[in-house]
């Protein structure tokens, strides 16, 4: 029973406290179970048997595989299947419990079942915008499916991330999302959903706080509008105006056919970028001409931008300084654009004892030769096999001019952790 006076006392509110107007619903634990300490994300999956094709397992799949052992064990993937028909269900427990034995033992994924009492009525609803009745019910049980899901998960993390179970994931999502959230916590500005996709209700995170009354919400107005309509208005409601939407998108569509009687569905996020990938905190220096905006740290960070440099004179370079020194275990470099503006002479070097140069630049004071950009691009992995000690800088050093101007596409990296 709610106790207005301890509620009224308490420096918290009710939102930060989380315990207030509790969904009134029972859950089955088909298989795993969650840990009992809070981790840093929680992934909810809502789904029901197709009459076209089945792609759960594959989500599955790319949501574990994408992401390190310890990005795994930050995580906790929770499974409603959200469907009435028992056969279908006891026979995907099955497959999960085959094909995940040590995630689920591991408390990396968990999977539920809401039994059909618990629902309200999902018939003979009013049909707004003058929906077909079996669309009304389609879209008004799934509000409910999301409902009880983000209830049962609102304890199980510090942020709770909502997919569909028709997607792919990017590489190392996880550190990339804790990246983006702790980027813009240090901003000090106040959001209620960030979204790492474009599409639907796929990809949005949500502060954990905030998952009683965003169940609630849902189950209120289950049957006035389609989720990801209802997800617009809850941001209004916390006061966000505008979204948050980061690119390259983490996670892709990859269903032909849709949950909802079969019907093909074609959707895809252009922005989405599986290899997504995070490099190691750095600064980037050149003495080549920048074009406008198209600075040389963009080469550097994942997105859209790139570098674009004025035409390379032999002895021109870039060089990438870390912050912390690292181990070095690959680098990629992708140069040019519709086979234009390649990088036709270079090598790439890397580098130790960091230096401060007369024009207050950092480099480094010793380079090892890695090898030579070939037809605008390199590549060279298990670098750690040969080069064991840690690294401080990365150098592109031209060793021939051209008159076509240059386009740095990306600098990747990746290193030991």
């Not at 949950?259 to 895809?268: A, E």
């Not at 950009?373 to 390199?378: A, L």
Request: hydrophobic share 35%.
């Amino acid at each position: 029973m709610w106790q207005g006076s301890q509620q009224l006392d308490s420096p918290e509110s009710w939102v930060d406290q989380g315990d207030y107007l509790p969904l009134n619903v029972s859950y089955e634990k088909l298989a795993g179970a969650p840990a009992t300490e809070q981790r840093f994300l929680c992934i909810g999956i809502s789904s029901v048997k197709r009459t076209k094709g089945t792609y759960l397992l594959t989500t599955l799949r790319s949501l574990f595989s994408q992401s390190s052992p310890q990005e795994r064990s930050s995580m906790v993937v929770v499974v409603l299947l959200a469907d009435f028909d028992a056969r279908w269900r006891a026979s995907t427990v099955r497959e999960i419990r085959t094909a995940f034995p040590s995630e689920l033992e591991q408390n990396q994924l968990v999977v539920l079942h809401v039994p059909q009492d618990w629902y309200p009525p999902i018939t003979g609803l009013k049909r707004n915008y003058n929906d077909h009745p079996e669309r009304v019910t389609f879209r008004s049980k799934q509000n409910l499916d999301y409902s009880f899901l983000i209830n049962y998960c609102r304890r199980l993390a510090q942020y709770y991330l909502q997919l569909e179970d028709d997607v792919s994931s990017a590489k190392n999502f996880l550190s990339t999302i804790r990246k983006r959230v702790n980027d813009h916590n240090a901003k000090s500005t106040t959001w209620a959903t960030l979204e790492f996709s474009a599409l639907g209700y796929i990809g949005k995170l949500y502060q954990s706080v905030h998952l009683p009354l965003l169940a609630r919400f849902l189950f209120l107005f289950y049957q006035e509008m389609p989720c990801d309509w209802l997800m617009s208005h809850f941001r209004e409601l916390l006061t966000q105006k505008q979204p948050i939407l980061f690119k390259p998108s983490l996670f892709q569509h990859m269903g032909t056919f849709s949950s909802f009687q079969g019907t093909y569905n074609k959707l895809k996020d252009k922005d989405f970028v599986e290899a997504y990938y995070t490099n190691p905190p750095a600064d980037v220096y050149t003495d080549l001409s920048t074009y406008q905006a198209h600075y040389p740290k963009m080469a550097w960070e994942n997105g859209k931008g790139f570098f674009w440099g004025r035409t390379p004179e032999k002895g021109n370079y870039l060089t990438v300084v870390f912050k912390h020194p690292a181990v070095v275990t690959g680098i990629s470099v992708e140069t040019g654009s519709g086979g234009k503006d390649l990088l036709e002479s270079a090598v790439v070097e890397m580098g130790h004892e960091v230096v401060t140069t007369e024009k207050q630049e950092r480099t480094c004071n010793i380079f090892q030769l890695l090898g030579t950009v070939e037809y605008g691009s390199f590549e060279m992995q298990e670098i750690d096999k040969k080069y064991s000690l840690s690294s401080s800088c990365i150098r592109l050093q031209v060793t021939a001019g051209q008159k076509d101007w240059v386009i740095l596409k990306k600098i990747r990296v990746t290193t030991k952790s």
